[in-house]
C-alpha cells in the first residue's frame, strides 16, 4: 500500500515523498535512487525537523523503556555498519548529531562542526532505515505523526 500525501501543503507534500523515496531506496540499498531522493530532500525546506521527528518516533518505539548511552552508540554501530558497504559517505557524527537532536541533547553552539541540511538529509534516510527495520513497522505512520507533532508546534508558537 501506497501512501499519498495529498491532504498536505505544497511544501511539506515534498518532504513526504522524498522521504518516503529515500528511505525505500535505503532500504533496498539501491544507491541510484538514493542520490536523487536525497538531494530532492536537502532542498526542501525544514526537513530537518520533519527528520528529526521520525527519529525520535522510532526511537521511543524502540525503547519504550527509554535510551542510554549503550543504547545510542549499539543503533549508531549498526546504522554505520549495516550501510558502510553501500554507503562509503556513511557518516558516524552526523547520524550521532540526528540521535541527540532527536533526544533533545544536541546543542549546535558546542559543535565544532555542525552538519549542514544536506549532510543531515543524505544521512537520515540511512538511520531512518535502519530503525524502521528494528520496529518492522512502515514509514508513513511515523512519518505522519511527526507532521502531526511539526503542526501542533507551530499551532502553539
Known amino acids: ?8 501543503p505544497a511544501p511539506a507534500r515534498e518532504i513526504a515523498e522524498a522521504t518516503t523515496e529515500a528511505v525505500g531506496a535505503a532500504q533496498a540499498r539501491d544507491a ?6 536525497v538531494e530532492r530532500l536537502a532542498a526542501a525546506d525544514r526537513a530537518g525537523l520533519v527528520l528529526g521527528g521520525v527519529v525520535r518516533l522510532l526511537l521511543e518505539e524502540s525503547h519504550p523503556d527509554g535510551l542510554d548511552g549503550d543504547d545510542v552508540r549499539q543503533v549508531l554501530e549498526r546504522c554505520v555498519r549495516s550501510n ?9 557524527h552526523v547520524l550521532l548529531v540526528l540521535l541527540a537532536s532527536a533526544l533533545g541533547v ?17 544521512q537520515a534516510p540511512l538511520l531512518i532505515a535502519d530503525l524502521l527495520a528494528a520496529t518492522g513497522r512502515p514509514l508513513a505512520e511515523h512519518l505522519s505523526a511527526a507532521f502531526a507533532e511539526v503542526a501542533r508546534t507551530e499551532l502553539h508558537d
Not at 558502510?84 to 558516524?92: F, I, L, M, Q, T
Open 32 to 37: 541510484g535512487a538514493y542520490e536523487p531522493a
Open 106 to 122: 544536541y546543542d549546535p553552539g558546542d559543535d565544532d562542526a555542525p552538519p549542514n541540511p544536506a549532510a543531515i538529509a543524505r
Open 84 to 92: 558502510a558497504a553501500w554507503r562509503p559517505d556513511v557518516d558516524p
Open 1 to 8: 500500500m501506497t501512501t499519498t500525501w495529498r491532504h498536505l
